[in-house]
Every structure is written in C-alpha cells, then in structure tokens.
C-alpha cells in the first residue's frame, strides 16, 4: 500500500474540504420560520451554499436551471422593496417560477381571509411560498393549511431569518468566523425582527451579543435568554461599542412604533447614532444596517458612506443567502 | 464505501489505478500534442469531489514527466442536475474554481465514474455557462456502461460492465482511508 503523507503524488488540494457525503445531509427543517431552533449545522450549511451561489452571481451568465420547474410565490401583506427584490432576483437566478402577490390591489383589500388566500394559491399548485405579515406567525400559521414550503420574509416583530442570515454571511466573510466575535445591536429592539433572528443566530454560532438601545425600546423578557451569559444588554452606546467587533444599527421604524418611545431624533442621534468619532475611536469596528438607512438618525452620514459600514456587502450576500436558502429547502418540495 | 454498501469485488488496487493515470497522462500529451507552449490553450478540469484529485494527480504526472504547467480547474456540476429533487439525499453544493479564462481552450473533463451520463451532461450545461472552450475531451477512470444520454468518454481507464443496483466506487487517499475501485451492491436502497 501507497504512504499518502510520503508519497509526492498524494498531496492534499488546500482548496477542497475534507468532507465525505457520509457526514453531509441536508436541513433539518421542512420550512424557515426563524432561526430559534436552528442548529450550527444547519446554519454553517446555509452560509457555506450561499458561497457557491455567490460566486455563480460574478459569472458572465448569473443564472444556474437549479430550480426550474419549481413555483414559488412572493406573498407580500406589508410593504417591502428590497426584501421583496432580493427574493425575486433569487429565484429567477435559480430559474425558478414566480408570481407576485402583494396585498394592496388584491383580494386581500376586499377581505379576503389569510387562509383562503393561502389555500387559492395552494390550488394553483405552488411549490414554495415567501411570505412577509405584519401579524407574528403568520408564516407558522400558513405552514398548517397548505402543503408548500414556506419561507418567512418577516412577520411583525417575530423574526426576518433571511435578513440574519446575509448578516452573519458578511460578519464570517469580514473575519473568517463567527464564534467568538463581540456584536452590538443597536437600536429599536422592541419592534425588530431583524434583532430577534440575529440574536437567535448569533448566540446559536457562539457569538456574544450585546443588545443597546432607549429603554422603552428593549424588550422586557430578554433577561430570560441572558442566563447563558453570552447576551448582554446597556443602554449606553459607549458601553455597546467597548471592545465591540461588529455594531448592527436597527432602522428607527417610525411606522411600526405609533407613539413617542423616545424624546425626538435629535436626541436617539445623540445618545445611539453611531458617528465618526465613534469610528476613530474604535479603528477596527465594522457597521452594519439591515436598510434602508434613515441617514442622521441611526447613522451619521458620512459613516453610511465610510469603507467600514459594509452595508452594500449585506445586500450582495441577500441574493446568495436567499438563493441558498431556496436551493436547500426546495428538494423536499416536490409532491410526487 | 457508503452505508449499505456490499463489496462484490475490487476492480483496481492503488498501483493499477497509479498505473493508469499514468497511461491516461500519456494519452493527453499525445493527443493534444501538449508542450510548454500550450499551456495557455488547454486546461484540465476536475469534477467534485474525486475527480478533482484524479485530474489533479494527472497534472502532476505530466509535470513530473514533461515538464509543463498545465492550469487545474475545479467544477461542481450540481446545481445543474436534473435529479436532485428526486433524490433521496440532499446533495451538497460544492465550490467551483475555475481561476482561467476557459474561451478558446482544449478543456479535458475528469471524473471517477461514467454512469447515465447525466452528471457529465450537467458538467457540460456549467462549463458552457462559464465560457467557450473550443474543444472539451472526456476523462473517466471507469465506464460502468448503463447510459441514459448520448454520451461518451474520449478517455478511459477501464470498461466495467455493471448490473442496475450496483455502484462503482472510486476511492482516493486524498479523501478516503482507502485507495482502488470497487464494485458494490446496494441490497437496501433503490438506485437513482
């Protein structure tokens, strides 16, 4: 028998991982609701396709047959530009099917219930729903009368796990790794999806979060996930940014608050804008924005604009974690 | 070999498989009339996963032998894959690195096993997609015969007649604990 570590023929390629199909399946999960019962597995599987895809999006012909034949719907109850055009770049890069749906001008104006809508869809043989509610659980709920794959675009303040997962693709892509890594979230908690599945994933991949924001912005029950010890929460900036590797500024989202949680904007810029002493200061922190940017209020401008906000990164990574996600779930999809 | 595999018989061992890259090798530098000045016009590509290291030891051989750099590439054709939804198994999407300009080039394509044809189909829908090469040759260790596409290998170490339900297996030291060809039956699991 041939020595391989002697032999000069056998020398490993530095490029291919040393994984065998034994060790590899695929997800878990029949659906994507949120990342709160992900695994690491499963998550690093995402991250680690969406790879591939993306190098597929800086070929001359940005287009793989992967998922012809395959139905998906864009169903969209709240407004939504570029959620709704990452998903819909995605699956016509996979060469899916698409149909849009969005609520204004259709029956869902003329009192249509979410079931039924759901169900129409389901008869006209769809393989996979994207869908994003204003109402937590939806997507659960849809996931109970219809045979597809559903797929959450955000569901009130419950969770958006695409948007986390094309975060942590560019926090491993800008270190090489996730573990370890200090995260600040910054921002109006309460009422953010994106916080939520980014707390869920974060922790799951053996990051420590930091959660910061006015205190009738942060949730009232996240002392229960801190007993783990790796979430922290402050309601000081300052606090936030100390040894922080990564700070992830939520959108102030004027329409879903109602009422004044906090003085004026002036005040939030302030207390929690991250500005550019806040750069200077800390030479290697990263910024990240989910988007759209209310420039002045949850960024100065000049650091939306700065090479360390790698806000137009996230939006690249959309499209593969989107299209990564599809790929994967969508074997399971079809119903003999 | 996989779970549920049943060993009917070792087709090659380590020096036989050595002993016909080594034929392969002389072949390709025949047949393209390989020299240092064609480095630029002809590539080989290895097909995930064992066909990369078949290709990548190859290249090697021509090196060591001839003395020519000939550029390795690295194709995974799964995303271009007609069954993968039929598939009982999710396959997994693995890199593809292709670091040269594949347009105008003598491409060969290297696999471990030449079965349907259908993965060779699908390695050729990405390479079109990639570029066009002005030629693409076809490099398979083992033909099991059994096509379901008009397909054929230009290059071939050995041919193997085999039954449906069996498998072929290719394995490398690179990625296995083992090294030769065997063949195999799969008594608890339907054949795709």
Redesign the interface.
């Known amino acids: 028998?041939?020595d391989?570590h002697h032999h000069?023929?056998?020398?490993?390629?530095v490029?291919?991982?040393?994984?065998?199909?034994?060790t590899?399946?695929?997800?878990d999960h029949r659906h994507l609701l949120g990342l709160s019962d992900f695994s690491a597995r499963e998550l690093n599987?995402i991250l680690e396709?969406a790879r591939?895809?993306r190098?597929?999006l800086d070929?001359?012909?940005r287009?793989?047959?992967?998922l012809r034949g395959?139905t998906v719907v864009n169903l969209f109850f709240e407004s939504s530009t570029r959620t709704r055009i990452s998903f819909e770049l995605a699956e016509k890069r996979l060469s899916a099917d698409t149909v849009n749906f969005s609520a204004s001008g259709s029956s869902v104006s003329k009192g249509e219930s979410l079931k039924d809508t759901a169900q129409n869809i389901e008869a006209m043989k769809i393989d996979m729903v994207v869908v994003r509610h204003q109402s937590p659980g939806a997507p659960h709920f849809l996931t109970q009368c219809v045979d597809a794959v559903i797929i959450n675009a955000g569901d009130g303040a419950h969770e958006h796990p695409t948007q986390a997962l094309l975060d942590m693709l560019t926090i491993s892509d800008q270190f090489g790794k996730i573990e370890g890594l200090n995260v600040s979230i910054i921002g109006d908690i309460l009422h953010s999806r994106v916080a939520r599945s980014n707390i869920h994933g974060l922790l799951t991949m053996g990051a420590n979060v930091t959660i910061c924001g006015p205190k009738p912005l942060l949730p009232v029950h996240l002392d229960k996930i801190t007993s783990n010890g790796q979430l922290r929460i402050t309601n000081r900036l300052d606090e936030a940014l100390e040894g922080c590797d990564v700070a992830m500024a939520l959108r102030i989202q004027m329409e879903r608050q109602g009422r004044n949680l906090f003085p004026s904007i002036r005040e939030y810029h302030d207390q929690f804008g991250i500005q550019m002493h806040h750069l200077d200061s800390h030479k290697d922190l990263i910024v990240m924005h989910p988007g759209p940017v209310n420039r002045g209020v949850e960024l100065a401008s000049e650091v939306v604009d700065h090479e360390r906000a790698l806000i137009l990164n996230q939006v690249t990574n959309g499209v593969a974690v989107r299209m990564s996600v599809l790929?994967?779930l969508?074997?399971q999809?079809?119903t003999e | 070999m996989?779970?549920n595999d049943v060993i009917k018989a070792q087709l090659m061992d380590?020096?036989d498989l050595?002993r016909t890259l080594n034929r392969m090798a002389r072949q390709i530098v025949e047949k393209f009339d390989l020299d240092a000045s064609k480095a630029s016009s002809f590539a080989l590509i290895g097909m995930?996963?064992r066909g990369?290291?078949l290709a990548?030891?190859i290249r090697?051989?021509i090196q060591e032998v001839d003395g020519i750099d000939i550029p390795l590439g690295?194709l995974?054709a799964?995303?271009?894959?007609d069954d993968?939804?039929?598939?009982l198994?999710?396959?997994?999407?693995?890199?593809?690195?292709i670091d040269f300009d594949i347009d105008g080039r003598d491409i060969v394509l290297v696999d471990d096993v030449l079965f349907t044809g259908r993965t060779t189909r699908a390695g050729l829908?990405a390479l079109t997609?990639?570029?066009r090469p002005s030629s693409v040759h076809f490099l398979v260790m083992i033909d099991r015969g059994l096509r379901e596409l008009p397909i054929k290998a230009d290059f071939v170490g050995r041919r193997v007649p085999t039954l449906p339900g069996e498998e072929v297996r290719v394995r490398v030291?690179?990625?296995?604990d083992k090294?030769g060809v065997w063949l195999v039956g799969r008594p608890s699991s339907p054949t795709i």
Request: glycine residues 4%; aromatic residues 8%.
């Open positions: 028998m041939l391989a000069p023929q056998f020398e490993r390629l490029y291919v991982e040393p994984t065998t199909e034994q590899i399946t695929g997800l599987l396709t591939r895809f190098d597929v070929r001359p012909i287009r793989v047959p992967t395959i790929f994967l969508s074997g999809s079809v | 996989e779970p380590a020096h050595e995930q996963t990369v290291f990548s030891r090697k051989i690295i995974d799964t995303m271009y894959r993968f939804r039929m598939r198994k999710q396959p997994v999407v693995r890199e593809t690195k829908d997609d990639i570029g030291l690179e990625l296995d090294e």
